[in-house]
């Protein structure tokens, strides 16, 4: 569910520049599609934290999602109050931290685990038959 989460999370976010562009191009419905887009984000924002949570509680994951999650949540919040606020000097560079926060969280949820052997028959060793000898 987290890897859902965090990916619907990255898309929804990945929109926002495009929007903002629609709107600095001349476009003005794209403001008010960006900040229904931003409440969007801000309720992903906060089911991924209760993903998180069930990953490392229950799940005996790491715990350091909830952190980031959580790091992205309050980043976003203060994002959308500095939006309405028109101060685009924060706004700007804000929401390139969080395009990056979420494209490294998106990149870490889709890898493939590290430190996990192999299912059998899938090994990252070659094996050898004895009629190849």
């Known amino acids: 569910m987290l890897r ?11 929109v926002q520049p495009m929007l903002a562009g629609q709107f600095l191009s001349g476009n003005f419905d794209m403001v008010e ?5 931003a ?3 801000t309720l992903l924002a ?3 934290i209760l993903f998180a949570v069930l ?3 229950p799940g005996r994951g790491p715990l350091w999602p909830v952190g980031a999650s959580l790091l992205v949540f309050l980043a976003e919040g203060l994002q959308t109050g500095v939006g309405y606020a028109r101060l685009l000097s924060l706004h700007v560079p804000l929401g390139v931290a969080i395009f990056g ?3 490294l969280l998106l990149v870490w949820v889709w890898r493939p685990r590290l430190g996990v052997p192999p299912k059998a028959g899938t090994g ?10």
Do not use: F, K
């Open 4 to 14: 859902s989460i965090i990916t619907v999370h990255a898309l929804a976010v990945s």
């Open 33 to 37: 599609v960006h900040g229904v887009v």
């Open 39 to 41: 409440l969007l984000v």
């Open 46 to 48: 906060l089911t991924q």
């Open 55 to 57: 990953l490392w509680r």
């Open 101 to 103: 926060i979420m494209l």
């Open 124 to 133: 990252s060793t070659p094996t050898t038959s004895a009629a190849t000898r």
